[in-house]
């Protein structure tokens, strides 16, 4: 199994930027995707961006050109880098490892909590 554990959540500014890490206790080089999800009070959780083991990034249309997911898989880690924060961005973001169509595991971390306020 794969243990995540997310950090670098904390309170910003609206117009700020924040930047997550996701450290991965075992290889992630042959995961299928490695994904950051995120769920704000009152809302159902949603996908905001993921990276495919051949390097392919998606990203929510919300979050698109202020976003974006890398990995190393020599340190085993996948980071997000948050640029032009808004409120609406505020929620509980998870670390996700999916384990792709053929073996569909989901591994998640613990979740790290995003706050952008003035």
């Known amino acids: 199994q794969v243990r995540l554990v997310e950090s670098g959540g904390g309170l910003v500014q609206p117009g700020g930027s924040l930047r997550l890490s996701c450290a991965a206790s075992?290889?992630?080089?042959?995961?299928?995707?490695m994904n950051w999800y995120r769920q704000a009070p009152g809302k159902q959780r949603e996908l905001v961006a993921s990276?495919?083991?051949?390097?392919?990034?998606d990203y929510t249309d919300s979050v698109k050109g202020r976003f974006t997911i890398s990995k190393d898989n020599t340190k085993n880690t996948v980071s997000l880098q948050m640029d032009s924060l808004k409120p609406e961005d505020t929620a509980v973001y998870y670390c996700?490892?999916?384990?792709?169509?053929?073996?569909?595991?989901?591994?998640w971390g613990q979740g790290t909590q995003v706050t952008v306020s003035s």
């Open positions: 996700n490892a999916y384990g792709g169509p053929l073996r569909p595991y989901n591994y």
């Open positions: 075992g290889s992630i080089f042959s995961v299928y995707a």
């Open positions: 990276i495919t083991n051949i390097g392919k990034t």
